[in-house]
Structures are given as C-alpha cells and as structure tokens.
C-alpha cells in the first residue's frame, strides 16, 4: 500500500494521545493523580496529541467536508465506531478535566490529590473508552481481507502497544516538566517492560508478514490447481495506474530491513537504554530531558513503523497484474 503521511501521523499521534488518556485515567481510578495542575496538563498534552491525529486524517479524504456521515455507519465499520468513541473519550477526558479544575489543592507537603468518587468513575471509564477506541484504530486494518500482511493476531496487540508505550512516555513527560514526582525504578521498570514488550511483538509481525502465506493466488482465481504454473501472458496496460500506485506499493527488501533496523532502534533500544540510567543512576532522575528524549525517540520510530506498516502490505487486485 502506498504510505500516506496523514494515516500515518494519524495512527501514531492519537495513538499516543489515546495511550496517554488510559494512563491517566487508570492513575485517577486508582487514585494516583499528583496535583490538580500536573494532571491537568497532563490531559491537555493528550487531548492535544489525539486531536492533531484525528484531524490529520481528514487529509487522506476525498470530501472532508463529507467525515461527520462516517459517524453514521457505527453498526456496521470500524471507522465510524472509532469515530464515535474518540469523540466519547474526549468529552469523558473534558469532565474529568473539569473535575480537576474545580478540586480543592493539594495540601502543603502533599505530591497528590485525593480523588473524589466522580473522579474514579471518570478515569475508569475514561481507560476503556481510550483502549476501545485504539482498538478500533487497529481493527480498521486487521478486518481488511484483501489485505494479507494486515490479516494476523498481532496487528492488535501491536497498536496497543505502540498506545500504552508512548502515551506512558508523553504522560510522564508532561507530569516532570510541569514539576511533579515520581519513582525513578518504577517508570524504568515500566519503560522496560515496554520496550522489550513491543519489540517482541513487532517482531513477531515482521516475521508473519515476510512468512506469511496468501491463501489467494492466481491459480485460486482461474480454478486451476497449484500443480500448473501460471503466468502473466500480457500486461494488462503499458504504464502504471492508479491502483499499482496505491496497492501495489513495491519497497525493496534491503530498505526495509534496514528501516525496521532503525524503527526497532529508535522505539526500543533508546528508551530501554534511558531506562536503564533511570534505574542505575538516580543522578538522572529529577530531569524530565531523559523522558521527552525517550518519548521523541520512540514516537519517531512509531512514524518509521508505521510507514513499514503500510509500504509492506500489497493488496490482492496485484495478482492482476
């Protein structure tokens, strides 16, 4: 499939935005949040990614003006329920952040607010509309047939990963720019964890798609067994179209292994490194540098695999051809 800057900035940015939504919604359910004014920012770091994201896929339509009749079709596509539920987590995450706005400060000495009922209740419902919503995201490809690289189990597991990882890493960069405290080893764990998490499952589906078998092939289509070879006997037309250009994206089996060499470095090896500091040196603890550079890092090798994503998918009309 051809990589379009806009589904791909899309799917990255909400992701993250999304990602950092359930985080913060888990912290209020469990009664975790640090001040009203941490939290806060926190939300708007979130709502900030999730919008960019959402509006950044209006570019890869042919009538923007035509998006809300998507909200239309919820029974039926993943598009539209991704719709309808990012727009339910953002007014969710709005109350939540009203809540806040309106909640007594913490007292003097004290690194957290104590959440109010309507608070938990918010950021519980808040966590499952934001995994429910990139769930959504992901299942707009995985339930794409024609589409072998897209049609396997880790498809999901991988966009929620890539959610929880960077929205964690936004989350934690917000809340130490805007002064709050938090345990150095346990966000190293967590940075770990993740690292090392998402890198199994990417490369799990990396390994599908470059094994992966289609069960649609030329012979299928004819009715013919896979004991005859068939070939093409005349191109269908002498120069390229539109669907060779958009579903018959063809990326080199050298550049890919390289780019997933420096997606796999920047969205893992950078962060599990920065964890690994946090953990050992508590030096590097109180500065929030080290997070924005593990979240930079990570997002950029989000954007590298996510344009892997689509650029290694190839839709079956190319058997036409």
Known sequence: MHPAFSVIFFTTASGAGFGLFAWIGMMAAMDGLPNRVQAGAALVAGAIFAVAGL??????????????RAFSQWRSSW?????VLAIACLLVALCLGGLLWGADPAPMGQSSMDATGPMRILGGLLTLLSLATIACTAMIYASLKPI????????LPV???FALVTGYL???SALGLTGALWNGHQVATFMLAGAILLLALKIGAWRFVDTGRVSTSRNSALGLPHSRQVQVFERPHTEANYLLK??????ARKHAGRLRLISMLLFALVPAVIAVLLWLWPAFEPSPAWLCLAFLSAMAGALVERWLFFAEARHLVTLYY
């Open 246 to 251: 958009e579903m018959g994206y063809v990326l």
């Open 148 to 155: 072998p690289a897209w049609r396997h189990p880790l498809v």
């Open 159 to 161: 966009y929620l990963g």
């Open 170 to 172: 936004l989350a934690f």
């Open 55 to 68: 509006f950044s896929s209006f570019a890869h339509l042919g009538r923007p003006t035509r998006a809300w």
């Open 79 to 83: 598009l539209s329920r991704e719709g």
